[in-house]
């Protein structure tokens, strides 16, 4: 049994590489699969193991050699990142992208739904002053302003008839004409973009309501999990970045069709899209490059929302629809948290509120009494399933729940289906049941079964620790008819987990030591993103991410991201309150406060059964 | 001897219609070649004649069978606008855009030139503050605006090291980026689009020097020599408006490639363009239909002064070059008069001045104390030697001077060329002789050969004047080597002639005397335009365009419609200035003026011999 899903399950492909010794992997970017790659093709992550079926494949070099075992090799698994290939090539290939779950709602503060757009059906006047079509129509609609510059505008004023008219205004300002009476007609749509995923709704402007909801997995993925894996990819080769930007539009485009063919819309009565993601997704949206925010000092292009028409990046809407992206911190301190601290009214907060959005990247927001300060801590993907020996993403078959009964440890999978591996929430119920049965201690060290069965010789826990050249793991369930290759946790993956939660943990006390906080000091604790909200804050707990005292002060809110990006949607206020926002949140970088080092190794630790 | 010329000197051509009956018109169109048309293939001006060497023809129907003699079946004539054919088809065009004479300057009133486009070096600052790269780049210009929404800028700030790159702002906004040190180039260009010429000048922004100036026939005037021509060729066909728009941007893009060709510079470096025009022209120029213009009550699609972005057009200049169309007054009083208001400081006049723009369409400006009225009379193209039987542009070759000594009448052509047509001055000279030796009464009719060698019995014109099939003509110049054709005046010339002065009579004498004003109240008398400036005041006297009394107040200003365009487009104070005067300009509609009709029949006449 290998350490990896072995994709026989997969997708069945055939590339051709014209006679020419190429990458498999940039054969299969040519057929359009989506592959999983966490390292952006390093060779590091050995995320894209594929199975050859038959065809020539050039002899590995170090990078498979390390990653993938002797009986890897004969069974045909290869690395698409590193494998060569000649002619034709038939193969299988994992998919992750199935039946993922995503996080589509999220705490929403109150609001007021201001109509920003209207549309009226022009009449005839008649009008037999000296005034051009263009005055005319705005004199009708009563607006003052002098003729917005748009060509589109002009040539559409000379073909239309004015009482088969409808006109579309926005605050002060004629941004387009249509056909008939489309008065009826208003929709917006709202997005968070992802690292992982990306959920959009559709919206009336008129009155707010929600029509449909729609979400995928960020296509991207498969250039790399994080956020640095896809600033390396971008800055790889010049068209990278197009490339990037073309499945990210493509995606949004897709959701927006399905968001529209669900509730029996039209997506040219689409005018308004709001886009709210982290600072590196949204350089991506826009097709400017982010590598200036993966180097020192780490400044990103912009971090202003833009506004800009949807037709120049091609999205599927009106063509005179805008596109809102919502202001970021800084380069890792996005426009998603922007989002979330607006959704949870943390910038009106009167008391001491701690705002986490757990993911790849931790950011967390301090607010005292309004004021904000935020940071950002790299994770790691392990917290989403990623980086870990038998991980996955929350999709169907994922262990999520893990509790330990009768001295048996029991889990359970999303939608009850066979189970295929652990994602975050599994994993870190496991870690927890782990550190109360003695099979781990606070150094994070799995237990050796022989010492295992010396100290509780009557468990039958220690028949699931097992020990191969070294590499130390516990099984949580054995290789059977349902799961052939079984499901374990690996001493490397109890070492990702602890350096996760050692980067959350040292940054929420660097926070509040800065601001000279106890954690008794905390009122309330806001834990943000999709894999907050299917944890047990009792295995939070455990592992030591909060301390005791906080089990109370917990709130899962959900997706804010997305929640902010509908709140700019349906508010102009709202927008203006985003931008002031975002230039008042004090920046701090961890690793530049004193003794944070230090801190971070203690932090590795779990606390001590009690 | 034809009655027009016959296009033998013209361009050789070879098309084919592969097989189907296909209009000649259309075919020739899709080589690109030129063909004059002044009633857009209406079949009523004749001006398509061309010479068909081989190829299958199809019989002439009625339009071609009135306008062409049998003499010019036999020789092969035939005319391109309703010349059916089939199959390959050999044949010459007449080329009548060669060596046009543009006028290309005009009065031009003092004005302070101020350098709006600024370009300075940006260089690396080393900023550890939490800004963005843009916000260091405006930071460093010391501009407060917040981001343009421009995708191109934040696209390009990430790929431009900031010690090698110039920043363009203007005002008080970030408008692009440029690779290396491109402080040193800075241009504009100014363009006046006449019905039909074009002329543009290139000039350095810091200094507004004038680096080249050139000129070019309009080629829309193939389809149409005056605006109401092109209108209707406009309303015809979908395609017909984007071909329009399409040749009138190739030819600025000519023009502009042989300004920079002469000056030496990169068109890249070219960041502002100013266009004055008539009303249809601009509308044509941005793809507007002009078709409003052209039907009761007379409305353009726009008046306002237009600013859009260069590349919208895809005119030649940098990425970041903005058009600023001139503003108008009504459909018929274009952005062209607004120029000459402001060249010639009419708006800032403190006693009684009539401006002139004399072409196809006469406007006339009168300003009272600075209060502007304005009114547009449909002269007709006679003016611009169009729609005369041996009529021809201001081209060489062209007679553009007559006056009579010793009895004989005696001419001058264009750069001295063998004679090939009369242009307009050479005509209105002509009418001048007519009339001064008895050739002509003041009605308007030529004298009969046998009348006139009757009252005057030995002057050899007599022998000039010839009567075919009831039409009478006065041969300027006989058959000769040098002019195969010879060149004459007809009865139905004279008649063109008459309806060009009425009309402008008629709109000079309205506008006075609905503001109780007489001729010897006028102070100033300003006559623009290309053929004003060529012309002999006591010409236009003697025609009765003019009292007697306003000999020595007649001013020639030259091409005022290119002169203000160089304002707007070295002056940002000075297009704020049109634009107001614009807003300003009371547009007095002639034919709903009582007694108009009578007015312009009594206006027929030409003044009695002294």
Redesign the interface.
């Known amino acids: 049994m290998g350490e990896q899903h072995d994709g026989l399950s997969g997708v069945h492909v055939v590339c051709s590489s014209n006679g020419e010794i190429q990458l498999l992997m940039d054969l299969l970017d040519d057929t359009g699969i989506e592959l999983e790659s966490s390292c952006a093709g390093n060779g590091t992550c050995g995320k894209c193991r594929v199975l050859i079926i038959s065809g020539e494949c050039l002899p590995p070099g170090t990078a498979e050699m390390e990653l993938l075992s002797p009986k890897d090799f004969k069974r045909g698994i290869r690395l698409a990142c590193h494998c060569l290939v000649r002619g034709e090539v038939e193969l299988s290939v994992e998919n992750a992208a199935q039946d993922l779950r995503v996080l589509e709602k999220g705490m929403l503060t109150d609001f007021k739904i201001e109509a920003e757009i209207s549309k009226y059906q022009l009449i005839s006047t008649g009008?037999?002053q000296?005034?051009?079509?263009?005055?005319?129509i705005l004199q009708q609609l009563n607006i003052e302003q002098?003729?917005p510059?748009s060509?589109d505008i002009?040539?559409l004023?000379?073909?239309f008839k004015p009482d088969d008219t409808t006109a579309i205004v926005v605050g002060n300002k004629l941004i387009g004409l249509e056909h008939g009476d489309t008065t009826a007609h208003c929709y917006g749509v709202a997005v968070d973009i992802g690292t992982t995923t990306v959920v959009a709704s559709l919206h009336k402007l008129d009155d707010g309501s929600e029509l449909a909801v729609a979400s995928a997995l960020n296509p991207q993925t498969q250039y790399g999990l994080d956020v640095l894996g896809r600033i390396q990819y971008a800055g790889k080769g010049s068209n990278n970045l197009d490339k990037l930007n073309g499945l990210i539009i493509n995606c949004l485009n897709g959701l927006i069709s399905e968001l529209c063919r669900r509730s029996g819309i039209d997506s040219q009565y689409i005018y308004k899209i709001t886009v709210a993601a982290n600072t590196v997704m949204l350089?991506l949206l826009?097709?400017?490059?982010?590598?200036?925010i993966g180097r020192a000092?780490y400044?990103?292009?912009?971090?202003?929302g833009?506004?800009?028409a949807a037709d120049?990046?091609s999205l599927m809407a009106s063509p005179f629809a805008s596109l809102y992206c919502l202001p970021s911190?800084?380069g890792f301190v996005g426009a998603d948290i922007v989002a979330g601290i607006i959704a949870s009214d943390l910038d009106g907060a009167e008391e001491i509120v701690l705002f986490l959005d757990l993911g790849t990247n931790g950011e967390i927001v301090l607010s005292r009494d309004g004021k904000l300060i935020a940071c950002s801590t790299a994770a790691g993907p392990a917290l989403e399933g990623m980086n870990i020996a038998c991980g996955m993403r929350a999709a169907r078959g994922a262990v999520e729940e893990v509790w330990i009964e009768d001295k048996s440890v029991l889990w359970r999978t999303i939608d009850n289906a066979p189970p295929l591996g652990l994602c975050g929430s599994g994993l870190i119920d496991l870690v927890a049941v782990m550190l109360e049965c003695g099979l781990l201690n606070s150094s994070g060290r799995i237990t050796a079964r022989n010492k295992f069965a010396g100290v509780y010789p009557h468990n039958p826990l220690a028949g699931q620790i097992d020990d191969i050249a070294g590499k130390r793991r516990f099984w949580l369930i054995p290789s059977l008819d349902n799961c052939p290759n079984g499901i374990f946790v690996s001493q490397a993956d109890i070492r990702q987990v602890q350096l996760a939660k050692s980067a959350i943990v040292t940054g929420i006390k660097t926070m509040m030591t800065e601001n000279g906080l106890d954690e008794i000091h905390v009122n309330k604790v806001y834990v943000a993103g999709a894999f907050g909200t299917y944890l047990k804050p009792s295995s939070l707990i455990r592992l030591g991410f909060f301390p005791e005292s906080w089990h109370d002060r917990i709130t899962f809110v959900g997706n804010t991201s997305k929640a902010g990006a509908v709140m700019a949607l349906l508010s102009s206020s709202t927008r203006c309150r985003m931008e002031e926002t975002a230039q008042k949140v004090n920046?701090v970088e961890l690793e530049s406060c004193p003794g944070f080092e230090k801190m971070f190794v203690e932090n590795m630790r779990f606390p001590g059964k009690e």
């Open positions: 009008n037999e000296e005034l051009s079509l263009i005055e005319q002098s003729v510059d060509l002009l040539r004023i000379a073909q350089h826009l097709g400017v490059s982010p590598v200036s000092p400044h990103p292009v912009f971090r202003q833009q506004v800009l120049n990046l911190v800084s920046y």
